[in-house]
């Protein structure tokens, strides 16, 4: 009797050009292979206000990004990941719609007043943008260390608004600015 220890139909692989002679380990899933998932197919951020007092009730609102993205703010606490399609089967994003959403989110948070914001989880390219944004409106961003490549894009994104004659780093305390929408 044989034994299937797979998956996979060899023979519908075959059908697809799928080089069926090769070794294979399917078990063998790299943390560069979850990254870049998570980073391009599945990125998310939890971000919580460092200095919150958690009461009894949370608020829920549901804010819609101008990227489609809806952001969850729990009062004390910030959530998003991008949207799911189900053509595609899996949520939808591009790098500059990550951008953005965060560009919104670091807007909510200067709202808010907070100055200091904890990462809890989010995917490595979120969670730059998110230190990105925590410099733009110098509020301390906690459980993220930026490395190089982070500061360097930084500069250039820094060195990019002043060319074009932009605000670039706010003051903690903004007024809420069109593009966030209590979502519906």
Not at 2 to 7: A, K, R
Not at 39 to 64: D, S
Not at 73 to 81: K, M, Q, T, V
Not at 165 to 180: D, F, R, T
Request: charged share 25%; glycine share 6%; with cysteine.
């Amino acid at each position: 009797m044989v034994e299937e220890t797979s998956v996979f139909n060899v023979w519908s692989e075959r059908d697809l050009g799928v080089d069926t002679t090769a070794d294979r380990d399917f078990d063998a899933v790299s943390e560069t292979d979850v990254e870049y998932c998570c980073n391009y197919f599945y990125p998310f951020i939890q971000l919580v206000n460092a200095n919150a007092v958690f009461g009894e009730e949370l608020p829920l609102a549901f804010v819609k990004a101008s990227t489609g993205w809806v952001i969850h703010d729990y009062g004390e606490a910030i959530s998003s990941s991008a949207p799911y399609s189900a053509e595609q089967q899996r949520a939808v994003s591009g790098v500059l719609d990550q951008a953005k959403t965060i560009e919104e989110i670091g807007k909510l948070i200067a709202t808010k007043g907070w100055t200091s914001v904890e990462v809890i989880a989010g995917s490595q390219m979120m969670k730059r943008f998110a230190w990105i944004e925590a410099k733009r409106y110098k509020f301390d961003l906690i459980g993220y260390t930026p490395n190089a490549s982070d500061e360097k894009c930084y500069d250039r994104l820094a060195k990019r608004a002043k060319d074009m004659g932009l605000v670039w780093e706010h003051p903690i305390k903004i007024q809420p600015q069109s593009g966030i929408t209590t979502a519906k």
